[in-house]
């Protein structure tokens, strides 16, 4: 099976950046689409973008376009997020998450794979 690692997460400063990364391992056959997550304390999981792998289509949460950007490097199956412009809002632990289909969903619930989550604070 696949496993999904996220790494990058830490303290920043309101308007600084940071670069999250999501490794992929295992069977990648399962990571046609590979979306981030984010939940903030006391509220419930939002979704932040997806990019299909195969087709290259990049989705984003309203409230991170423009400031949010997912890419993705195939031959090291792993996927970043790169968070610019950051507000104390954006504080949460952020989540990647896989599914099978090319297809991208904003849905939590129809992704199968998660990682472990990794901590963005931003202090104000």
């Known amino acids: 099976q696949v496993q999904l690692v996220e790494s990058g997460g830490g303290l920043v400063q309101a308007g600084g950046s940071l670069r999250l990364s999501c490794a992929a391992s295992?069977?990648?056959?399962?990571?046609?689409?590979m979306g981030w997550f984010r939940r903030a304390l006391g509220k419930e999981r939002e979704f932040v973008g997806a990019v299909s792998s195969s087709l290259g289509h990049i989705y984003y949460s309203d409230s991170v376009k423009g400031r949010f950007t997912i890419s993705r490097d195939n031959a090291k199956n792993t996927v970043y997020l790169q968070m610019n412009s950051l507000k104390p809002e954006d504080t949460a632990v952020y989540y990647c998450?896989?599914?099978?289909?090319?297809?991208?969903?904003?849905?939590?619930?129809?992704?199968?794979?998660w990682g472990q989550g990794t901590q963005v604070t931003v202090s104000s």
């Open positions: 998450a896989a599914r099978r289909t090319m297809v991208i969903s904003t849905s939590p619930f129809e992704y199968d794979v």
């Open positions: 295992g069977r990648t056959f399962s990571t046609n689409t």
